[in-house]
């Protein structure tokens, strides 16, 4: 398989500069540093055209950043991405603005991504005409094309977006992001939002747009259960770091990592129930001081002395990859 979208080392930084107020507390004896969060900490993977790829984890493990930094909404504190075998780290060159172009994001909320005073009409249609994918003249057709595409009538485009519902609105979000012509879509909890009976239709459409339109997807969510239907793979993030890169059965079968199995032991596996998960036992550490070596250490119930001191490297077996000392010479 060759890879579409690289992902190599790819790392971002928060920092929290003090304030004035912070500055001066300091002075005067308080005891207050300047902090950094490692929001993504050299994530490495690949992503094949035409697959669906899920990536998962507790809130704050970095998810939503690193779906950012793919779709060049954040800078990259280091690393490099690659698609379809161009450098598009920073997308300083045309060509590698154009191959950015291809990657489109979708968000969770789309009342708050759509801009409220626009008309469906220029929402869909702008950057299409900015981007010379079609004309001023012809973008009244354009835009109708891609509301059939996304299941809505063309009068549609006459309408604001607080006069459609949540399903609705998401579907012109992602219209929106369809009329770029992009190859590769990052959903960043693009259903979590909607009705249980709306999400299942929003899925539908995703995956008849994947046939239809041969489209890529890096598919965000924390429903496990949704992840387990769409997704090819599975990334499973803690604190920054991937964990976790297994094709979905065999991850939601066998996963071998402890925080991936802590993390099905939450999701009811019988029924018909939503299967969103839980958080783990115990608390989830603060970003800003994760514990050292294995970052899940303190909630891991197979840790062992390596696992406080060595940071677990990455093991790739038969498609199956782990950063877990268990894996790496069999004992933690
Ligand atoms: N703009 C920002 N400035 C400072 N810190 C940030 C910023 N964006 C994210 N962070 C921090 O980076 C870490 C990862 O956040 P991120 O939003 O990527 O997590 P997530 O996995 O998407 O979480 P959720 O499931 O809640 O959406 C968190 O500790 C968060 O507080
Ligand atoms: S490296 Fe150690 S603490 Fe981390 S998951 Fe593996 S056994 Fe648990
Ligand atoms: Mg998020």
């Known amino acids: 398989m060759t890879a579409m979208l690289e992902l190599d080392g790819v790392s971002r930084r928060f920092e929290k500069k003090l304030d004035g107020v912070e500055r001066f507390a300091r002075r005067l004896g308080a005891d207050l540093k300047e902090t950094c969060v490692n929001a993504v900490d050299s994530a490495s993977f690949s992503i094949a055209r035409g697959e669906v790829v899920g990536l998962v984890g507790e809130s704050g493990c970095g998810k939503s950043t690193l779906g950012r930094m793919v779709a060049g909404l954040l800078p990259v504190s280091d690393g490099t991405i ?53 004309t001023r003249a012809g973008v009244t057709g354009y835009v ?12 549609f485009a ?19 992001a369809l009329a770029v012509q992009p190859e590769f879509l990052i959903c960043d909890e693009s259903i ?10 929003v899925i539908n459409l995703f ?21 387990e239907h769409i997704a090819d793979r599975v990334v499973v993030m803690y604190l920054g770091r991937v964990v976790e890169i ?24 019988l029924g018909a129930g939503r299967q969103t998960f839980r958080t783990v036992k115990g608390e ?18 197979m840790a062992g002395p390596r696992c406080s001191r060595e940071v677990p490297r990455t093991i790739s077996q038969g498609g199956h990859t782990t950063a877990c000392h268990l894996h790496d010479g069999g004992t933690a």
């Open 207 to 227: 995956q008849d747009l994947r046939r239809e339109l041969d489209l890529t997807y890096l598919f965000i969510s924390h429903d496990l259960g949704v992840v």
């Open 144 to 155: 109708d094309a891609l509301l059939a595409k996304v299941g809505l009538d063309p009068a």
């Open 284 to 301: 989830i550490p603060s970003p800003l001081n994760p514990p050292p070596g294995c970052h899940f250490h303190p909630r891991c119930p």
């Open 82 to 134: 690659r698609f379809e075998g161009t450098d598009v780290t920073d997308a300083k060159s045309a060509q590698a603005r154009d191959k950015r172009l291809r990657i489109q994001m979708i968000f969770q909320d789309p009342m708050s991504s759509l801009n409220p005073r626009m008309k469906v009409a220029d929402i869909v249609g702008e950057a299409a005409v900015y981007h010379g994918l079609t």
């Open 158 to 176: 006459h309408r604001y977006p607080h006069q459609m519902s949540g399903g609705q609105r998401q579907r012109i979000g992602i219209a929106r």
């Open 192 to 201: 979590a939002a909607l009705d249980v009976s709306i999400q299942a239709q």
């Open 246 to 269: 297994a094709p979905t059965e065999a991850l939601f079968d066998a996963p071998r990592h402890p925080y991936t199995q802590a993390l099905l032991d939450q999701v009811p596996r």
